[in-house]
């Protein structure tokens, strides 16, 4: 042993380094945790346990509403709607490798259906069937409450117990008794005579009330499974109906929850009619002990392993559960109604757990149109997923995956991810019924920008009048296989960088082959849609441009300053003071007329928008506050396209588009490049491709006016 764990005596770089890396590891286990997720006791001890805190006896949907709970929320409004952030979903667990963005109502509405069952209003007698397109992450909400009930059941506040029974059966010769664990998991408290349960709940209940941390009430519902039935029954009749001495054969433990391990997790899948039957899901017929037992309906001779049988006290989740047979949906009328299940030869079991399914849209439609299938669907509570229709959430799906943390060998130009996730987006808006309304605009008031002539009602219309808005469109895994596309194609290779145009070129390639585009008017209408982004990118990088040319921050004082007082000057019908010859003159009408027409101000609202402007800065001095250049956004908007004008012939930007650029000309140029790689996350390659589009655009727009 000390050969393995390192030897004073080792040469350097040998066993001494075996050893430092086993006290690494070491250091990262805790014991303790170890210990406590192992205990064991006798059932007296767990009487004393439940007494304390009743909460470990919860039942499978108050778990996962308090699960869901304990991670935090967030309340905020929008649209005039009171909505929650549950943090839950954000994946904390695994620092948001399964995190959800933007489906927050739906969410809400998810969380409520599991707070209601908490309470046992219902709803905890119900299928919950999670609906909406491909790629729409339905799976990954059931992979996340998966995932998050395993870790609950690792804290302290998630602790739940099940039981095994210590029987001197095929003792060997140490005379050592054997263990037979609960083959469902069952909560300990199941063996609890159902005429003593009233008194025992009660109590239990005063205290679970008390605590004001969850919701309902400790409830026990059934028997326990046939084979602990089996046990139960004949240690009663070995000790003459005597429970304390028949219990005392329990021993009880820490109960884990884990998929991997088949224990309170199940996951079904549908597979080939002819290899897959219902034993799957309730058990079958262990025939090597039929000869040892006798009979093939002796609950020892059966193996208790089927998907609702070993998510017991836990979730299982039925992956495309509208594509299984027939014979398999009955099963789950009685698993989600009665709360019991039918192994084979056995009476009715009953169990714990939340069954939660998925489907798509063709699935659901065809379920709906089956008249034969009308007590399934009276027995689930559908929840729709559909895709995120705000930009700012669908950018975050991508940047989970493609983010400049996680990519590192390629530059990923900045607003590349946008104009996908854009694209994506409009893709699963309708067209709004309000005219004058641009779906481009739909999309940015979706995600909280303000429009001129728009409020929080006419958004709150917008939404209300596009019922099915997200249940269609461009699914985020086909972006998400496009971006790697465009990261392993030879241009990005050769060029260590990928941008919006590489990207846009290979979005529209796909949609030739898309496998669910199946019309040509909506591979057409598509490739609108990208048009549509193309120009919206355009005003986006010209933007930029504009802004890096005019980061001269004194300069763009002084016009502010200028403009100020020509404004104030002219509300208060008064002459400004020229600097250079001392004289009074008349407010500088030209001046201001050239900002003020950068951002739409019309000759007959001049007056209005000079006397805001003005208002403005004295409700910030009565607030003890200090007017800016830069306080007042459409102001500053104004100054910086005044300034760009101003300032573009004399950096003759178009230049670029030639092969000739004098020193002074280039000595500009590699300024604003720096600015932009600066301010905006450019590296040199892709500011300066950006540089070169913005001038042909201006060089264009020039030779037009000529």
């Given at each position: 042993?000390?050969?393995?764990?390192?030897d004073?005596?080792?040469?350097?770089g040998e066993r001494?380094?075996?050893g430092?890396?086993?006290?690494?590891?070491d250091s990262?286990?805790?014991?303790?945790?170890?210990?406590d997720?192992?205990?064991?006791?006798?059932?007296?001890?767990?009487?004393?346990?439940?007494?304390k805190?009743?909460?470990?006896?919860r039942?499978?949907f108050?778990?996962?509403y308090?699960?869901?709970?304990s991670?935090?929320?967030e309340?905020?409004?929008?649209?005039?709607?009171?909505?929650?952030?549950?943090?839950f979903?954000s994946?904390?667990?695994?620092?948001?490798?399964?995190?959800?963005?933007?489906?927050?109502?739906?969410?809400?509405?998810?969380v409520?259906?599991?707070?209601?069952a908490?309470?046992?209003?219902?709803?905890?007698r119900r299928?919950?069937?999670?609906?909406?397109?491909?790629?729409?992450?339905?799976?990954?909400?059931?992979?996340?409450?998966?995932?998050?009930l395993?870790?609950?059941?690792?804290?302290?506040?998630?602790?739940?117990?099940?039981y095994?029974?210590?029987?001197?059966e095929?003792?060997?010769?140490?005379?050592?008794?054997?263990?037979?664990?609960?083959?469902?998991?069952e909560?300990?408290?199941m063996?609890?005579?159902?005429?003593?349960?009233?008194?025992?709940?009660?109590?239990?209940?005063e205290?679970?009330?008390?605590?004001g941390k969850?919701?309902?009430?400790?409830?026990l519902h059934?028997?326990?499974?046939?084979?602990c039935?089996?046990?139960?029954?004949?240690?009663?009749?070995h000790?003459?109906g005597?429970?304390?001495?028949?219990v005392s054969?329990?021993?009880?433990?820490?109960?884990?929850?884990?998929?991997?391990?088949?224990?309170g997790?199940?996951?079904?899948?549908?597979?080939d009619?002819?290899n897959?039957d219902?034993?799957?899901?309730?058990?079958?017929?262990?025939y090597?002990?039929?000869?040892?037992?006798?009979?093939?309906?002796?609950p020892?001779?059966f193996n208790?392993?089927?998907?609702?049988?070993?998510a017991?006290?836990?979730?299982?989740?039925?992956?495309?559960?509208?594509?299984?047979?027939?014979?398999?949906?009955?099963?789950?009328?009685g698993?989600?109604?009665?709360?019991?299940?039918?192994?084979?030869?056995?009476?009715q079991t009953?169990i714990?757990?939340?069954?939660?399914?998925?489907?798509?849209?063709?699935?659901?439609?065809?379920?709906?149109?089956?008249?034969l299938?009308?007590?399934?669907?009276?027995?689930?509570i559908?929840?729709?997923?559909?895709?995120?229709?705000?930009?700012?959430?669908?950018?975050?799906i991508?940047?989970?995956?493609?983010g400049?943390?996680r990519?590192?060998?390629?530059?990923?130009?900045?607003?590349?991810?946008?104009?996908?996730?854009?694209?994506?987006?409009?893709?699963r808006?309708?067209?709004?019924?309000?005219?004058?309304?641009?779906?481009?605009?739909?999309?940015?008031?979706?995600?909280?920008?303000?429009l001129?002539?728009?409020?929080?009602?006419?958004?709150?219309?917008?939404?209300?009048?596009?019922?099915?808005?997200?249940?269609?469109?461009?699914?985020p895994?086909?972006?998400?296989?496009?971006?790697?596309?465009?990261?392993?194609?030879a241009?990005?290779?050769?060029?260590k960088?990928?941008?919006?145009?590489?990207?846009?070129?290979?979005?529209?390639?796909?949609?030739?082959?898309?496998s669910?585009?199946?019309?040509?008017e909506?591979?057409?209408h598509?490739?609108?849609?990208l048009a549509?982004?193309?120009?919206?990118?355009?005003?986006i990088?010209?933007?930029?441009?504009?802004r890096?040319?005019?980061?001269?921050?004194?300069?763009?004082k002084?016009?502010c300053?200028?403009?100020?007082?020509?404004v104030?000057?002219?509300?208060q019908?008064?002459?400004?003071?020229?600097?250079y010859?001392?004289?009074y003159?008349?407010?500088?009408?030209?001046?201001?007329?050239?900002?003020?027409e950068?951002?739409?101000?019309?000759?007959?609202r001049?007056?209005?928008f000079r006397?805001?402007?003005?208002?403005?800065i004295?409700?910030?001095a009565?607030?003890?506050?200090?007017?800016?250049?830069?306080?007042?956004?459409r102001?500053y908007?104004?100054?910086?396209?005044?300034?760009?004008?101003?300032?573009?012939?004399?950096?003759?930007?178009?230049n670029?588009?030639?092969s000739?650029?004098d020193d002074q000309?280039?000595q500009?140029?590699?300024?604003?490049?720096?600015?932009?790689?600066?301010?905006?996350?450019?590296?040199?390659?892709?500011?300066?491709?950006?540089?070169?589009?913005?001038?042909?655009i201006?060089a264009?727009?020039?030779a037009?006016?000529?």
């Open positions: 042993m000390s050969d393995f764990f390192g004073s005596n080792a040469g350097p001494v380094g075996s430092d890396l086993l006290s690494m590891i990262k286990l805790n014991r303790k945790q170890f210990h997720q192992h205990w064991e006791g006798s059932l007296a001890d767990y009487l004393k346990i439940v007494e805190r009743p909460e470990v006896a039942n499978a108050q778990r996962v308090d699960m869901i709970m991670f935090g929320t309340k905020y409004r929008r649209f005039k709607r009171d909505l929650v952030r549950y943090h979903f994946d904390p667990i695994e620092h948001g490798a399964d995190g959800i963005f933007g489906l927050d109502r739906q969410l809400m509405q998810l409520d259906v599991f707070r209601s908490a309470e046992g209003y219902g709803t905890d299928i919950l069937l999670l609906h909406g397109p491909v790629g729409s992450s339905k799976s990954t909400i059931a992979r996340l409450l998966k995932k998050g395993e870790a609950y059941s690792r804290t302290d506040p998630g602790a739940m117990y099940t095994s029974w210590m029987l001197d095929d003792a060997g010769p140490t005379g050592k008794s054997t263990e037979f664990a609960s083959p469902m998991h909560e300990p408290l063996l609890v005579p159902v005429e003593a349960r009233g008194d025992l709940l009660g109590r239990l209940n205290t679970y009330s008390k605590s969850h919701r309902g009430k400790i409830r059934g028997e326990v499974n046939p084979f039935r089996k046990v139960m029954a004949d240690l009663m009749a000790y003459d005597d429970w304390r001495q028949a054969h329990v021993k009880v433990k820490r109960l884990i929850l884990s998929e991997k391990n088949r224990v997790i199940g996951t079904f899948q549908p597979k009619e002819k897959q219902s034993t799957e899901l309730t058990g079958d017929i262990n090597r002990k039929i000869a040892r037992y006798g009979s093939d309906s002796d020892r001779a208790f392993d089927g998907e609702l049988c070993i017991n006290r836990g979730l299982c989740e039925f992956i495309e559960v509208l594509k299984l047979d027939v014979a398999f949906l009955y099963d789950l009328l698993a989600s109604q009665e709360r019991v299940i039918k192994p084979k030869k056995f009476a009953s714990d757990e939340v069954i939660i399914g998925h489907t798509n849209e063709p699935e659901y439609k065809k379920l709906q149109s089956n008249e299938m009308e007590a399934f669907r009276d027995r689930t559908r929840i729709d997923v559909p895709y995120n229709v705000r930009l700012d959430d669908e950018i975050r991508y940047q989970k995956d493609f400049t943390d990519i590192k060998s390629i530059h990923i130009a900045p607003h590349t991810l946008e104009v996908a996730a854009m694209w994506a987006v409009l893709t808006l309708e067209e709004p019924k309000k005219a004058g309304v641009t779906l481009m605009q739909k999309l940015k008031l979706y995600n909280g920008k303000s001129p002539g728009f409020t929080e009602d006419s958004v709150k219309e917008l939404r209300e009048e596009a019922h099915r808005e997200g249940m269609h469109g461009i699914s895994r086909y972006i998400q296989d496009k971006v790697s596309n465009s990261l392993v194609s241009q990005a290779m050769e060029e960088q990928v941008n919006p145009f590489m990207l846009m070129n290979e979005l529209e390639a796909g949609l030739s082959h898309h669910l585009i199946t019309d040509d909506t591979r057409k598509y490739r609108e849609l549509v982004v193309m120009q919206e990118y355009e005003d990088i010209k933007g930029e441009v504009q890096a040319i005019c980061a001269d921050e004194d300069a763009i002084r016009l300053t200028n403009y100020i007082e020509n104030r000057a002219s509300t019908r008064e002459k400004v003071q020229n600097k010859t001392g004289k003159e008349e407010p500088d009408e030209r001046l201001m007329r050239s900002i003020e950068k951002i739409d101000i019309p000759e007959s001049k007056d209005d006397h805001e402007i003005m208002n403005y004295g409700a910030l009565l607030d003890g506050k200090k007017f800016e250049y830069n306080t007042n956004a102001l908007k104004a100054l910086e396209l005044k300034l760009f004008e101003d300032q573009r012939d004399t950096i003759k930007l178009k670029l588009v030639s000739v650029v000309t280039q500009k140029i590699d300024l604003i490049k720096k600015r932009m790689i600066d301010q905006f996350g450019y590296s040199d390659r892709s500011a300066a491709d950006v540089l070169n589009y913005v001038a042909s201006f264009r727009g020039d037009k006016g000529d």
